[in-house]
């Protein structure tokens, strides 16, 4: 069985950082695309980006550009979405994805981390 | 970056088929065949239903089906069921290498 794994739930102060983890089982991260997509309270999903842990092609989706940071360790079977600085606007259920390479389908979702900002 | 559009909110009776549409650009939707469609009821997680414009995962009720004409893509739903009440978000890939969601549709079965 394929499954995503998410860190847990956070809840954090305005300015300090943060990362959070997505870990694979079931699958092998070398073939595929991992992403992450942000819900904020009741509104839609965005994509904040991808990353190819083969090689660690990252591209991020231009509102996400420079706000965070996507990274991998594929000895680890693991994806990290990181913040240095976070604000209150950052309060959302994030998911961690999977889409296999030469694929732009998102086979898999993790079941999304919480995090919460406020003062 | 824009979103793609989508009608806010569609309903229909249980056994009717509706539609939900999705509005891009020659640069996503118009540009390739990498549409895909996801369901998300309350509180889970999305869940692909279509891929590629018009493929169905296995598993997935052939009451679901896709379609694309230019920069428009659908989503069709037939024989409606009270368990299809959900959101649907429609992903299309983009020129940038990057992907883009729909803003969401409310299915409200009657």
């Known amino acids: 069985e394929v499954q995503l794994v998410q860190s847990g739930a956070e809840v954090k102060k305005p300015g300090e950082s943060l990362k959070i983890s997505c870990k694979a089982s079931?699958?092998?991260?070398?073939?595929?695309?991992i992403g992450w997509v942000r819900q904020m309270p009741g509104t839609g999903l965005e994509w904040m980006g991808i990353?190819?842990?083969?090689?660690?092609?990252?591209r991020y989706s231009p509102s996400f550009q420079g706000q965070v940071a996507i990274s991998a360790d594929k000895s680890i079977n693991t994806a990290y979405l990181q913040w240095d600085s976070l604000k209150a606007s950052d309060t959302a259920m994030y998911y961690c994805?999977?889409?296999?390479?030469?694929?732009?389908?998102?086979?898999?979702w993790g079941q999304g981390t919480l995090v919460t900002v406020s003062s | 970056q824009s979103a793609l559009t989508q009608p806010a909110s569609v309903s229909g009776s249980p056994g009717q088929s509706i539609s939900i549409s999705c509005t891009g650009t020659?640069?996503?939707?118009?540009?390739?065949?990498?549409v895909s469609w996801y369901q998300q009821h309350p509180g889970k997680a999305p869940k692909l239903i279509i891929y590629?414009?018009?493929s169905r995962p296995s598993g997935v009720s052939n009451r679901f089906s896709g379609s694309k004409s230019g920069n428009t893509a659908s989503l069709t739903i037939s024989g409606l069921q009270s368990e299809d009440e959900a959101d649907y978000y429609c992903?299309?890939?983009?020129?940038?290498?990057?992907?883009?969601f729909g803003g969401g549709t409310k299915l409200t079965v009657l």
């Open positions: 994805v999977a889409l296999p390479s030469a694929t732009w389908r998102v086979d898999y």
């Open positions: 079931g699958i092998s991260l070398i073939f595929y695309w």
């Open positions: 990353i190819f842990p083969t090689n660690s092609d990252t």
């Open positions: 020659s640069s996503d939707v118009g540009g390739y065949n990498y």
């Open positions: 590629d414009v018009s």
């Open positions: 992903n299309s890939y983009r020129d940038s290498g990057t992907q883009v």
